[in-house]
């Protein structure tokens, strides 16, 4: 347990500099004495720094696709249920889980290709929510509108107020359980 924890911490210290400070700061060690680990204990888990950032990476997709497909399976609402799960998600991590933000943008400039799980769940969605019940170009209209939102935040561009973000949310939610045109 103590060595998962560790992992968890390593990620989430590894995710924290890469917010505060910007990518160029995080190092192998920096993330080690900012996670209260040797740099020989954090090697254990990440032998590099790729290593590290695909960690944060498939850490970060592993919970963002596990609660997705939670929310959808008990969403009582069958039209839109993909798309609702998305929007409520992507929600969520905009407000409570900025590591997904630091761990795509370490990935994008040291690796590209480290955002290959988050591209194939992508894809996964966006399928999912085109046989949704939903008119497939309404689906995708709403899945890009979160995903705006999302970026608005991640790069500052005119972000809204918490109140804004929640009444705009709250319309996409009403859009995904009815057919607009």
């Not at 890469?18 to 160029?24: A, F, P």
């Not at 690796?111 to 591209?119: A, I």
């Amino acid at each position: 347990m103590a060595k998962t924890n560790n992992r968890v911490n390593i990620l989430k210290a590894a995710a924290g500099i890469v917010r505060e400070q910007g990518i160029l700061a995080l190092t192998l060690e920096a993330a080690a004495s900012k996670a209260g680990v040797s740099k020989g204990g954090l090697l254990h888990h990440f032998p590099s720094k790729e290593k590290l950032i695909q960690g944060m990476v498939e850490h970060l997709n592993d919970s963002y696709v596990h609660n997705i497909r939670e929310s959808a399976k008990n969403d009582q609402i069958k039209t839109g249920r993909w798309t609702r799960s998305f929007i409520q998600e992507t929600n969520e991590q905009l407000i409570n889980n900025q590591e997904l933000n630091a761990g795509m943008l370490a990935a994008l400039s040291v690796n590209p290709e480290l955002l290959r799980p988050f591209q194939d769940a992508y894809k996964e969605w966006q399928e999912s929510m085109e046989e949704d019940g939903l008119n497939k170009v309404n689906a995708t209209i709403l899945r890009l509108a979160a995903d705006g939102l999302w970026l608005s935040e991640l790069f500052g561009l005119a972000p809204l107020e918490d109140n804004e973000r929640h009444d705009v949310l709250e319309k996409l939610i009403k859009l995904s359980k009815e057919d607009f045109g």
